[in-house]
């Protein structure tokens, strides 16, 4: 065996040792577990990659990004967030303020952001509960005092991955 190639061997199993799981080079994917959200009545797909909450991200198995939280406009300026509608009871899917329309390339939503500032939603009377499936039902629900609304620091990133019309992002299946 020539000198290149030896080093070449050892310098690998080094980087290899570094590794808290076996990586395998030649794989050409990921696979992330997939979420769903409601957006204007509407499904959509999205995979969550990152958070800046200690206790969401460890809970999740996502990648902990305190850093996150400086997207939030301390000014009142123009934000690159979006607003998430989470139930923190799993009384239903999120609720995302956008898509982009159609997904991909020509998406011609200018709202669209996949980082997302977390707004808990809880219901206030019980009997009245029932899915919400967009942002403006929400906001509805919220003025008739049926559920209550806290703006969080916690800025996620969920990038839709699928519309509801079975339009995904290249690679996705």
Request: hydrophobic share 40%; glycine share 6%; net charge positive.
């Amino acid at each position: 065996m020539n000198f290149a190639r030896l080093a070449v061997l050892m310098m690998v199993g080094m980087l290899a040792s570094c590794a808290t799981r076996p990586v395998d080079l030649g794989r050409t994917e990921t696979v992330l577990p997939l979420n769903h959200a409601w957006v204007d009545g509407k499904k959509v797909a999205y995979v969550t990659t990152d958070i800046s909450d200690l206790t969401m991200a460890k809970a999740a198995g996502i990648n902990y990004v305190p850093r996150l939280r400086d997207a939030i406009s301390e000014h009142g300026g123009r934000s690159i967030l979006e607003r998430v509608y989470k139930f923190p009871g799993a009384e239903q899917i999120s609720i995302f303020q956008s898509a982009p329309l159609p997904i991909g390339g020509d998406n011609a939503d200018k709202n669209y952001s996949p980082l997302w500032r977390l707004v808990l939603v809880n219901w206030i009377k019980a009997d009245r509960m029932r899915v919400l499936k967009s942002e403006s039902e929400l906001l509805s629900a919220e003025e008739q005092g049926e559920v209550s609304l806290k703006v969080t620091d916690i800025v996620v990133n969920c990038p839709v991955t699928k519309d509801s019309y079975g339009k995904a992002l290249n690679g996705v299946r």
